[in-house]
């Protein structure tokens, strides 16, 4: 929406005259000149939530509405809530939800988790507020529309900088007690809920088929790189079987040879007081260096007797490696000891190796190969890594296949970029349609 049309938005309001008054608050600014402004522990009462996750047999057994029911939900309904829970008979009384219920997140590992809400859209049986959450219940002011404000990005704002503490942060009982709101009649915040309700559905199923776009093309980016790995780019060519189940049949030209065979454990310790790049491993992005997460508490204090890594190694994460935590570096750098390096011992195109090891085929050969007590802490070490048989192309073929790859993958990529980024668009419309809405920033009475 451009500057103008917000400004005839902002001058029209909710009122009849379309007049609009200073609210008083510098981060809601102006407001129908109708409306009033309070503070939320005037219209509702707040009421923070210490049941926990336990269950005692002598108490009043429940479903506990936990954090990730509220995260994850715009509204809480019977079939939200599926963690069962118990309380104690006060607790049961105070906690219970009812209709019209506010509930948002109190505390989290980042602030901007901070107050997430969600809405009670029907009476429920026996479900409880549990706890790191704050119930708000309604008094003097209409749930849905003390909801759909807490969405709103001003008071999301709000709550982060009013959150407290270093690794965890919290929100406290007086912050959401004082939080100021704009009050507009009870037609208009019923009209405004309606409004709200009905355009955040066509904006989430908008998005929930771009969501399902990028999971087939996804599906396509897997199958296409399977394919090629696995059975060449020719598909005129006699094949023969690999012996490998997980595999299938392969071009009859190509060799089945064991990864000790094409690549070396390498343990090369940094020197003292180096500075070379910090590099990592995640299972989504493969090797990226460190810096990248240094703002989220990430950043090492030391890298002596770190390894050595260099362009074109994989690093191998072996608490993760089933997972697809292993990936090839193209950087200089140093990594954890608690990492593996692999370093390949002949000629061979290291690239079509990233997309045999990465594509999903051997996760489970991994997993099988890993030793440990549970699957927290399964490892794999190069011992049983080495052992496990990988297809081997002739070179030119697999610089071949890299190519197509990379073309092939690449246009994949871009389609599934331009999604996200459509996604990102309708989320940020979505999140000032509500911030508008509940300031009477736009008009939504003619709304249909």
Same mark, same amino acid.
């Given at each position: 929406m =451009?500057?103008? !049309? !917000?400004?005839?938005?902002? !001058?029209?309001?909710? /009122?009849?005259n379309g007049?609009?008054?200073?609210?008083?608050?510098?981060?809601?600014?102006?407001? $129908?000149?109708?409306?009033? *402004?309070?503070? #939320?522990?005037? &219209?509702?009462?707040? #009421?923070p939530s210490n049941v926990d996750k336990h269950i005692y047999p002598d108490e009043i057994q429940v479903r506990?509405? /936990?954090?990730?029911?509220?995260?994850?939900?715009?509204?809480?309904? *019977?079939?939200? *809530?599926?963690?069962?829970? +118990?309380c104690k008979e006060s607790e049961f009384t105070k906690f219970a939800l009812r209709k019209g219920d506010v509930i948002i997140t109190k505390d989290s590992e980042t602030p901007d988790d901070i107050g997430v809400p969600t809405y *009670?859209?029907?009476?429920?049986?026996?479900?409880?507020?549990?706890?790191?959450?704050?119930?708000?219940?309604? #008094?003097?002011?209409?749930?849905? @529309?003390?909801?759909? @404000?807490i969405q709103s990005d001003r008071t999301r704002r709000y709550f982060e900088v009013n959150s407290n503490g270093i690794t965890r942060y919290g929100l406290g009982k007086s912050s959401?007690? /004082? #939080?100021?709101?704009?009050? $507009?009649?009870? +037609?208009?915040?019923?009209?405004?809920? /309606?409004?709200?309700?009905?355009?955040t559905k066509q904006i989430d199923e908008l998005i929930r088929i771009k969501e399902r776009r990028i999971e087939l093309m996804q599906e396509q980016r897997t199958a296409l790189i399977?394919?090629?790995?696995?059975?060449?780019?020719?598909?005129? &060519?006699?094949?023969?079987?690999?012996?490998?189940?997980?595999i299938g049949e392969i071009p009859r030209h190509w060799e089945v040879i064991n990864t000790k065979y094409l690549?070396?454990? &390498?343990?090369? $310790?940094?020197?003292?007081?180096?500075?070379? %790049?910090?590099?990592?491993?995640?299972?989504?992005?493969?090797?990226?260096?460190?810096?990248?997460? %240094?703002?989220? =508490?990430?950043?090492?204090?030391? !890298?002596?007797g770190y390894w050595l890594v260099k362009k074109g190694d994989f690093i191998v994460n072996k608490l993760l490696a089933w997972m697809g935590a292993i990936g090839l570096s193209n950087y200089e750098g140093v990594t954890s000891p608690a990492y593996d390096i692999l370093r390949?011992?002949?000629?061979?195109?290291?690239?079509?190796? %990233?997309?045999? @090891?990465?594509?999903?085929?051997? @996760?489970? %050969?991994?997993?099988?190969?890993?030793r440990g007590i549970m699957e927290v802490r399964l490892r794999l070490y190069f011992d049983q890594f080495g052992q496990i048989p990988l297809v081997f192309p002739p070179v030119d073929e697999q610089n071949e296949i890299v190519d197509f790859l990379d073309y092939k993958t690449g246009q994949i990529d871009e389609l599934i970029a331009a999604e996200q980024q459509k996604i990102e668009l309708l989320k940020e419309y979505r999140q000032s349609l509500i911030s508008e809405a509940v300031t009477g920033k736009i008009d939504v009475r003619n709304e249909v």
């Amino acid at each position: 929406m =451009g500057k103008n !049309t !917000t400004d005839q938005a902002v !001058t029209r309001g909710l /009122n009849p005259n379309g007049e609009m008054k200073p609210s008083g608050v510098e981060w809601i600014r102006d407001i $129908p000149a109708h409306w009033k *402004v309070r503070r #939320l522990k005037h &219209v509702a009462k707040i #009421l923070p939530s210490n049941v926990d996750k336990h269950i005692y047999p002598d108490e009043i057994q429940v479903r506990l509405c /936990n954090y990730t029911d509220v995260y994850y939900n715009d509204y809480i309904t *019977v079939d939200t *809530v599926l963690k069962k829970g +118990s309380c104690k008979e006060s607790e049961f009384t105070k906690f219970a939800l009812r209709k019209g219920d506010v509930i948002i997140t109190k505390d989290s590992e980042t602030p901007d988790d901070i107050g997430v809400p969600t809405y *009670v859209k029907g009476d429920l049986d026996r479900v409880v507020c549990g706890y790191h959450l704050t119930m708000i219940r309604p #008094l003097a002011c209409h749930g849905e @529309f003390i909801f759909r @404000f807490i969405q709103s990005d001003r008071t999301r704002r709000y709550f982060e900088v009013n959150s407290n503490g270093i690794t965890r942060y919290g929100l406290g009982k007086s912050s959401i007690e /004082n #939080l100021l709101l704009p009050i $507009p009649s009870d +037609s208009e915040q019923t009209q405004i809920a /309606n409004f709200l309700d009905r355009k955040t559905k066509q904006i989430d199923e908008l998005i929930r088929i771009k969501e399902r776009r990028i999971e087939l093309m996804q599906e396509q980016r897997t199958a296409l790189i399977n394919q090629a790995v696995t059975k060449g780019l020719d598909l005129s &060519v006699e094949m023969k079987p690999s012996g490998l189940e997980w595999i299938g049949e392969i071009p009859r030209h190509w060799e089945v040879i064991n990864t000790k065979y094409l690549f070396r454990l &390498v343990t090369e $310790p940094a020197p003292k007081n180096n500075d070379y %790049e910090l590099l990592s491993i995640y299972t989504e992005i493969g090797v990226k260096p460190r810096k990248e997460l %240094e703002a989220r =508490g990430n950043r090492a204090t030391t !890298t002596d007797g770190y390894w050595l890594v260099k362009k074109g190694d994989f690093i191998v994460n072996k608490l993760l490696a089933w997972m697809g935590a292993i990936g090839l570096s193209n950087y200089e750098g140093v990594t954890s000891p608690a990492y593996d390096i692999l370093r390949k011992s002949r000629p061979l195109n290291e690239r079509f190796y %990233e997309y045999l @090891f990465r594509c999903g085929l051997y @996760f489970t %050969e991994f997993k099988k190969r890993s030793r440990g007590i549970m699957e927290v802490r399964l490892r794999l070490y190069f011992d049983q890594f080495g052992q496990i048989p990988l297809v081997f192309p002739p070179v030119d073929e697999q610089n071949e296949i890299v190519d197509f790859l990379d073309y092939k993958t690449g246009q994949i990529d871009e389609l599934i970029a331009a999604e996200q980024q459509k996604i990102e668009l309708l989320k940020e419309y979505r999140q000032s349609l509500i911030s508008e809405a509940v300031t009477g920033k736009i008009d939504v009475r003619n709304e249909v």
